[in-house]
């Protein structure tokens, strides 16, 4: 059983930067792949970024490579998504998610945190 805490989010104004923030707990936490979706209001969650358990490998949506980063420290069982060049479409609840495997899919994930609000101010 992994538990996945997201923490971070806030109220920014477009252009402007944020990290938002995923513990893990669980006996084996650190060896699951991570991954980052976001929802907004009346849409669909959407897959943003995710990484293997060693952080080796990182993959991203198309739609944010070149403003969004993934990274982790297992030590500390946690994951980060840095944010930059904030747009207001990027507005939703972002929720950090694990699995054994890496995967772009929200199925493809056991488990999810509660997710963390950002909102983008124009």
């Known amino acids: 059983q992994v538990q996945l805490v997201e923490s971070g989010g806030g109220l920014v104004q477009a252009g402007g930067s944020l990290r938002v923030s995923c513990a893990a707990s669980?006996?084996?936490?650190?060896?699951?792949?991570m991954g980052w979706f976001r929802q907004a209001p009346g849409k669909e969650r959407e897959f943003v970024a995710g990484?293997?358990?060693?952080?080796?490998?990182?993959i991203y949506a198309d739609s944010v490579k070149g403003r969004f980063t993934i990274s982790r420290d297992n030590a500390k069982n946690t994951v980060y998504l840095q944010i930059n060049n904030l747009k207001p479409e990027d507005t939703a609840v972002y929720h950090c998610?694990?699995?054994?495997?890496?995967?772009?899919?929200?199925?493809?994930?056991?488990?999810w945190g509660q997710g963390t609000q950002v909102t983008v101010s124009s």
């Open positions: 998610a694990a699995d054994r495997t890496l995967g772009r899919t929200a199925p493809s994930y056991e488990y």
């Open positions: 669980g006996r084996t936490s650190s060896s699951y792949a």
């Open positions: 990484i293997s358990w060693s952080g080796g490998r990182t």
